[in-house]
């Protein structure tokens, strides 16, 4: 949740915590229609719950990264629909029935916007599975469509029952260009905990986000390095680092980033990959 699309501007929303709020003065509050036909998304990872749950024809603009396959996961129902570039004056003019947004930090473009009744629906980032679910259920409503909500949840919590552990408690280390290593907290460590890896940062002491040198991964051994897929072959220097010869030969777990970058459906196909490889690996070396 903390890398490279998730634009800083981009992130919305205003500051208060999950639910649905209002950018208006207190004494004039608006509300979102049942069900909103003008839905404006101001986050990559909104984009992917609204695109799941709402009708397209109730989608008036998503971000610039929402057709990104290699950030979204929803990338292919975003084609065709206008991508906006956090303009207040690109929001005026759509003159949205409901704006969705995540997480709950100010957006730039919302600030400039003038006092008047816009809908917003402000998710939390989510960092677990339980709190992906909780986005879904609130947009969901908010599109109007809560049972789809609830059946996609369902279709999430079927496609994970009975899932295995292969980590069987092995040590991994989530591993990114330059030498960045994500800690506990996050949605990877989730991932890992739920196919029965240890995280190596937990092991550490290591904070969220933190860089760890070749020499330190060297020293610490561990069973697994998860990467991103598109760091699997090199292209710049910061990938180039992941193909060092000292860590060459670490077994690796690919995950797209379009699983993982935000919380949303994608959470199964991430889980579902990485019990997949590990079993893989293993049978390899049997």
Aim: a positive charge; one cysteine or more; charged letters at 20%.
């Amino acid at each position: 949740m903390r890398r490279r699309g998730l634009l800083a501007a981009a992130t919305a929303l205003l500051v208060g915590g999950a639910g649905l709020l209002w950018a208006a003065s207190p004494a004039s509050r608006a509300k979102a229609p049942a069900k909103p036909q003008r839905i404006v998304s101001i986050n990559l990872c909104a984009d992917q719950l609204v695109l799941a749950l709402a009708d397209r024809k109730q989608i008036a603009g998503l971000t610039k990264n929402a057709t990104d396959t290699t950030m979204s996961g929803e990338a292919a129902k975003a084609r065709g629909i206008p991508l906006l570039s956090n303009s207040a004056e690109q929001i005026l003019a759509i003159e949205p029935d409901l704006i969705v947004g995540m997480p709950a930090s100010r957006s730039a473009a919302l600030a400039a916007l003038p006092r008047q009744n816009y809908p917003l629906l402000d998710l939390a980032t989510a960092n677990t599975l339980g709190e992906i679910y909780t986005s879904i259920h609130q947009t969901a409503a908010a599109v109007g469509h809560p049972e789809r909500g609830t059946a996609l949840i369902a279709r999430m919590q079927g496609e994970l029952a009975g899932l295995p552990k292969p980590g069987k408690g092995r040590v991994a280390a989530y591993y990114q260009r330059r030498g960045y290593m994500t800690g506990t907290g996050t949605l990877i460590d989730e991932l890992m905990t739920r196919v029965g890896l240890v995280n190596l940062a937990e092991k550490l002491g290591k904070p969220p986000l933190s860089q760890l040198s070749l020499e330190e991964m060297v020293a610490a051994e561990p069973d697994f390095l998860i990467v991103e897929s598109a760091t699997d072959v090199v292209t710049d220097q910061g990938s180039e680092m992941l193909h060092h010869p000292a860590i060459r030969d670490i077994p690796r777990i690919s995950v797209p980033q379009a699983w993982t970058v935000c919380g949303s459906p994608a959470y199964t196909q991430a889980a579902r990959g990485m019990t997949a490889q590990i079993a893989r690996i293993d049978g390899d070396r049997s």
